[in-house]
């Protein structure tokens, strides 16, 4: 009888909780930065206890030849991913890569910004902007930049080195107003494209190149850091990157996928985007100090598709008009 009594016990104690188990487990592979990673992982799990996460931070390229080599072994880690760009995602989706879920928050996002069939969803807005040394004329349009007045002047980003600049230099030579014409009268004004937004931006900071092609954050801190800068959002809108969500196909937590995949989506997820210094993707946030509203914010129209399959004839094209290797 002592026998079976203590047999109970000790089945009913193994199904007790466990006070810190997480029943769930979560993988996230992130180019966030390290900060806004763990923001993020952090205030996903204390939204849900039940969650126990485990994230690989590294640049998107590292990241995604990190798992390419899984996926090539057989053995894909991630869940997850939120990474730079929905070009690369895009491609992931047409090599099969991964999975479509169709979250409620959708509804409170413009389509633009994610897959129809939801494959990935932008979870913030990164915008290419024009930045000036204020002891210059403020420019208003890309198309300034291309003024012989301008020449030898200006700096960006090269999309050899840049993924956002890659997608700056697909948006403005599909725009039918710019094109690659826009591209050559850059180069025939000297403009220097090399290296990436750091660069560029520290360029401009030091009045060595008194204007630059940047993404906005850079440029707004900057300013109210005290850097003699100021950041133009173009007449003719914007270039932007979005860091989009999206879940691998052979994940091994889904239910969990599908919980993270709406917490950065939600209200709660894209006030942490606006308090990190983003613009959220979400409709009906507010934007951060020193941004225009929301409506002022003129986005140009962006075929990741497209981008995707012009990738690398736009290389090409770009380093045989300005020389680079």
């Known amino acids: 009888m002592r026998k079976v009594l203590l047999a109970a016990v000790a089945t009913a104690t193994m199904m007790l909780p466990v006070v810190g188990y997480a029943a769930e487990k979560l993988v996230v592979y992130t180019s966030q930065p390290t900060k806004d990673a763990q923001t993020t992982i952090d205030a996903f799990m204390a939204a849900n206890p039940d ?3 485990e994230w690989v931070r590294d640049g998107t390229t590292k990241l995604m030849a990190k798992l390419r080599a899984e996926i090539a072994a057989g053995d894909p880690r991630p869940d997850v ?16 890569q991964l999975q479509a879920y169709k979250s409620d928050e959708a509804s409170a996002f413009d389509p633009a910004l994610y897959d129809a069939d939801g494959y990935y969803y932008s979870t913030k807005l990164i915008t290419t902007g024009i930045v000036y040394n204020t002891g210059v004329k403020a420019p208003t349009s890309w198309e300034d930049l291309a003024d012989p007045a301008l020449k030898n002047q200006v700096a960006m980003p090269s999309p050899l080195y840049s993924g956002a600049a890659l ?21 025939d004004n000297d403009a220097r494209a090399q290296g990436g937004n750091g660069g560029t931006f520290k360029a401009v900071a030091s009045g060595e190149k008194p204007y630059g092609v940047v993404v906005d954050f850079l440029a707004i801190r900057g300013k109210a850091k005290g850097s003699p800068v ?74 990741a598709a497209n981008a995707l ?11 045989d008009i300005f020389g680079a290797e």
Do not use: C
């Open 81 to 96: 991913l939120l990474i730079a760009d929905t070009v690369t995602l895009e491609g992931m989706k047409q090599d099969g």
């Open 167 to 187: 997608i700056h230099l697909s948006t403005l030579t599909e725009n039918k107003d710019l094109g690659w014409d826009y591209y050559q009268a850059l180069a």
């Open 51 to 53: 969650v126990e996460v």
């Open 230 to 303: 100021d950041f133009v959002f173009p007449t003719e809108g914007v270039t932007y990157v979005t860091e989009p969500v999206a879940i691998m196909k052979d994940a091994k937590n889904v239910d969990a996928a599908h919980k993270f995949v709406d917490f950065v989506l939600s209200d709660a997820g894209q006030k942490l985007v606006l308090d990190m210094g983003y613009i959220p993707a979400r409709d009906g946030m507010d934007l951060p100090d020193g941004f225009p509203a929301r409506k002022d914010i003129k986005l140009m129209d962006f075929d």
């Open 309 to 319: 399959k012009q990738a690398d004839a736009n290389k090409k094209k770009f380093a």
